[in-house]
């Protein structure tokens, strides 16, 4: 089985879209030490000015909520596996805006503690910090989005992709795109402009309370999937589902 950095070693050889934002800084990584330990090369990867530290998953307290930890030193506790790789990956890409939710995750975990319900504020979170991407696209397309109307926003309106940006977030996300299917679906959060600090200044908890998510099929955007140059693809509504 092929470990974390070499799998995404072999990724970048050929990058998705997906991948491309990243490509860069994920190069950095998979070059940037000869261990195998993914804590290590994303350590190698920020240098010494980083104010996060990536360390064995090994050293988070047994009983202590993950979330907390990471308030209280500033360390990310990190298996070898793709899905902490990518995490790592999107610390170092947008550090403010995952300083912001770790700063939440942290006290809602003090509000209401780390058993029992966890609240809509800190699924919403999750959800974010899982499986979301980012999307900076013409009105008329992120209209057509809020409606589902799949035929607008892929097929009649498809030019207009050009003028759109399209980034995945969500570590989860990026992890379930190594192994491309079609029902793959992003929690799409609308952007005026993608950047860190933007990104960092949009989590507020009135919007997250809201769940301003917009369900994405991804393997829908141009460019994305060669399969989506047939239009019939778009008929299939157990993917692209129409509004309810």
């Not at 993950?66 to 610390?91: K, Q």
């Not at 999307?135 to 892929?154: K, S, Y």
């Not at 989590?203 to 060669?226: C, H, M, N, Q, Y």
Request: aromatic residues 8%; neutral net charge.
């Amino acid at each position: 089985m092929q470990s974390a950095l070499s799998s995404l070693a072999s990724a970048l050889e050929t990058p998705p879209p997906w991948l491309l934002p990243h490509t860069a800084l994920a190069r950095a990584i998979v070059n940037g030490t000869s261990s195998e330990s993914v804590a290590d090369a994303l350590n190698a990867a920020r240098g010494d000015e980083g104010a996060i530290r990536f360390v064995a998953h090994s050293e988070l307290p047994a009983g202590q909520p993950y979330e907390s930890f990471i308030a209280r030193t500033a360390c990310v506790p990190t298996r070898d596996n793709l899905h902490d790789l990518f995490n790592g990956l999107m610390w170092l890409s947008y550090p403010k805006t995952k300083r912001r939710l770790n700063v939440l995750q942290a006290r809602q975990i003090e509000l209401l503690g780390a058993t029992g319900p966890r609240g809509a504020l800190r699924d919403a979170m999750t959800v974010f910090d899982e499986n979301a991407a980012i999307l900076q696209a013409p009105v008329q397309l992120t209209e057509a989005l809020r409606q589902r109307d799949w035929r607008t926003l892929f097929v009649s309106k498809r030019e207009l992709w050009q003028d759109a940006t399209l980034v995945v977030f969500g570590h989860a996300l990026l992890e379930k795109l190594m192994q491309p299917r079609k029902g793959i679906t992003a929690h799409v959060w609308v952007m005026d402009k993608i950047g860190d600090d933007a990104l960092a200044a949009s989590l507020t908890i009135e919007r997250l309370s809201a769940k301003d998510f917009l369900p994405l099929p991804v393997l829908g955007v141009p460019g994305w999937w060669a399969a989506n140059e047939d239009p019939r693809v778009y008929d299939d509504a157990e993917v692209f589902r129409p509004p309810r």
